[in-house]
């Protein structure tokens, strides 16, 4: 009994020290973490998010303020971040802003998650109808139920934060979005406030009583807070930047471009290499991106035709099937609706140039490597110019002075000392020569 007693006494020692711990000294000023989150919705981001909450519970943060600018993201990475959300002990403020961006498609569900929504002014949200991650065409079926899914993941969050559940069902099927007026005047609203920056929130957050996802209530004190910036790590910020629809193209095109250049002088190394890594970061972006992966093989059909355009003589046919191939591909790579995610002409067009220039000319280069004579080992020695250091008779042998070596030679016909002389051919120690004088209609070759 008395141990059992002990054994209670130590664990609420523990839990109370843990409270204390984790709530801030009376007088001092609270904390309060600010994220960002600036780009696509994808597993770096939600890793990201999922670390700043932690680090707000490990603190015992005031809040958590989460400013949201994104075009959407993959749901899976969604879910992983509303969840982190929803399981936080420390209160998560979601901020659209500043002025003029938004939070649409998988921003919007992090947004209706979150314990605050709150939105800057002159920004909207919405648009929240799912895609095939993968660029593809979805048949009817498929579509409906993609849409049904995400209604209903919506609608949850709705009615446990106790948002307008009728326009968050809307923003998925019928991809309405709502500026921060429309969303705040709503009945009930869909966010909580506006507000023109995080220390405006932070003002207007002082002392308001929130209710949590499990339901429990609680008051929030944010005044003379201390923000303390988080930021994602040097190889997040790496990771995240591969996801932008620019880079990941450059990726491809940088990567077919040194394997071609290493198929076509294998041992080359440098460009294999480099070409792997730029392409293995290329497919990391596409698990983000929607791609066509059609035009992917347009690409690299587009590749193969300007490379054959320097061996086959198609009085450039397939040089301008090339260049066709990789426009229709450069152009049809990203399959999506958002501007963010297009790839523009003025991109396009310049990479596209860049490329066909540089594998005409690097593929022309070694053609013509190919084609020129040796001019190394005995190969190297045909047509070459010399010297006779004494005469040599038809038949007979004699020295000659040669690519800075002397030579035993053999002639034909008579040559003098002292006579110019050209090599013909080569067998083994031994050249054939013939007089300046007389030159034969063709060269001898080794023997």
């Not at 929803?86 to 938004?102: E, L, Q």
């Not at 709705?158 to 709502?178: D, G, H, I, P």
């Not at 031994?430 to 007389?438: G, N």
Request: aromatic share 4%.
């Amino acid at each position: 009994m008395i141990r059992t007693r002990a054994v209670s006494f130590a664990a609420f020692a523990c839990l109370a020290a843990s409270m204390l711990a984790q709530t801030p000294a009376p007088g001092a000023n609270p904390v309060v973490l600010s994220a960002e989150i600036d780009g696509i919705i994808h597993p770096v981001a939600a890793q990201f998010v999922q670390r700043a909450v932690e680090r707000a519970d490990r603190e015992g943060a005031a809040l958590l303020i989460l400013t949201l600018r994104t075009p959407g993201g993959l749901v899976d990475s969604t879910r992983d971040i509303n969840n982190a959300i929803i399981r936080s002990r420390t209160p998560v403020a979601v901020f659209v802003g500043p002025s003029g961006n938004r939070a649409a498609s998988a921003g919007f569900l992090i947004t209706i998650a979150a314990d605050v929504a709150a939105m800057a002014p002159g920004t909207h949200i919405g648009a929240a109808h799912p895609v095939s991650g993968s660029g593809e065409k979805v048949d009817d079926t498929m579509a409906k139920k993609m849409a049904s899914d995400v209604a209903s993941y919506a609608r949850t969050l709705a009615t446990q934060r106790r948002r307008n559940v009728e326009l968050v069902e809307k923003a998925v099927t019928e991809s309405r979005s709502f500026t921060e007026q429309e969303a705040l005047g709503a009945t009930p609203p869909l966010i909580d406030l506006v507000a023109v920056d995080v220390p405006d929130l932070l003002r207007k957050l002082d002392g308001r009583t929130i209710t949590r996802f499990d339901g429990h209530t609680q008051t929030l004190r944010t005044r003379d807070s201390r923000v303390e910036p988080v930021t994602m790590t040097w190889a997040q910020r790496a990771l995240s930047a591969l996801a932008h629809p620019q880079i990941a193209y450059l990726l491809l095109t940088l990567g077919m471009l040194g394997l071609t250049v290493e198929f076509w002088n294998p041992g080359a190394i440098f460009p294999g290499v480099a070409g792997a890594i730029c392409l293995l970061m290329a497919f990391f972006a596409f698990q983000v991106l929607p791609v066509s992966y059609a035009a992917v093989g347009l690409l690299l059909l587009g590749i193969v035709l300007l490379i054959l355009e320097v061996k086959v003589a198609s009085y450039g046919a397939l040089a301008a099937g090339g260049i066709i191939s990789l426009l229709l591909g450069s152009m049809m790579l990203i399959d999506s609706p958002l501007p963010e995610l297009q790839l523009g002409l003025r991109f396009i067009i310049p990479v596209v140039g860049s490329v066909s220039a540089m594998l005409l000319i690097l593929v022309g280069l070694g053609v013509r490597a190919q084609r020129a004579p040796a001019v190394t080992g005995p190969a190297g020695m045909i047509g070459e110019t010399g010297r006779a250091l004494t005469s040599i008779d038809p038949g007979g042998v004699g020295r000659v002075q040669t690519h800075g070596e002397i030579w035993t030679a053999t002639a034909s016909e008579p040559v003098a000392a002292g006579q110019t002389v050209h090599v013909t051919a080569v067998k083994g120690l031994l050249l054939t020569v013939v007089p300046e004088t007389r030159l034969p209609a063709q060269t001898g070759g080794l023997q």
